[in-house]
């Protein structure tokens, strides 16, 4: 059986999305703002985000893993589901779940400005920087988490558990 613990409740999480989305609101006046969801953990982050933005925002999602050398660069991605958007010269705001080792975030951010981006932002509700391989500048951060394994609000262990609605550490 796995054991589940709560991390972080849902009303916690939903009262920082709205910050978050305060703060983008802000940011963003009378600019376009394409955002870009990353499958499939932030479904629901996203989901939620979009609906505390207060101006007309384009929505596209992408799924990718990256894998390799982290040294010499993000190391290479692996596109599943791209972006289905024209991307060029617009903001974009990449939407994650969790940045970890961060290197599928940076590999994103990277693939972005390859396809004519403006200007790349990086928003994630979950933030694990004890196994940090590449730096990333995270724009905007919900929660700044220990290095444990994670489930719920999107995030999985086996395609389970996506569908809690606050943050749980698991023990398998
Ligand atoms: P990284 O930053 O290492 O390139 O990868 C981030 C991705 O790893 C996330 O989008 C997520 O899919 C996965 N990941 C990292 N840490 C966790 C965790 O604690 N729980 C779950 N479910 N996924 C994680």
Do not use: H, W
Request: include cysteine; charged fraction near 30%.
């Amino acid at each position: 059986m796995d054991k589940i613990e709560e991390l972080i409740s849902e009303q916690a999480i939903i009262k920082k999305v709205e910050e978050i989305g305060n703060q983008i609101n802000k940011d963003f006046q009378n600019n376009k703002v394409m955002i870009v969801s990353v499958l499939k953990g932030s479904f629901i982050f996203t989901a939620d985000l979009v609906r505390f933005l207060n101006f007309p925002v384009e929505i596209a999602f992408i799924a990718a893993s990256s894998y390799g050398a982290s040294t010499v660069s993000s190391g290479e991605l692996k596109i599943r589901y791209d972006i289905d958007i024209p991307v060029k010269d617009k903001n974009v705001i990449l939407v994650e779940d969790i940045i970890d080792t961060g290197l599928t975030i940076s590999r994103l951010k990277e693939y972005l400005y390859e396809l004519g981006a403006k200007d790349v932002r990086i928003c994630t509700i979950f933030d694990k920087p004890d196994r940090r391989e590449k730096q990333v500048s995270i724009d905007y951060c919900g929660f700044v988490i220990p290095n444990e394994f994670v489930v719920g609000y999107g995030l999985d262990y086996n395609n389970k558990y996506r569908n809690l609605r606050n943050l749980c550490k698991i023990t398998i």
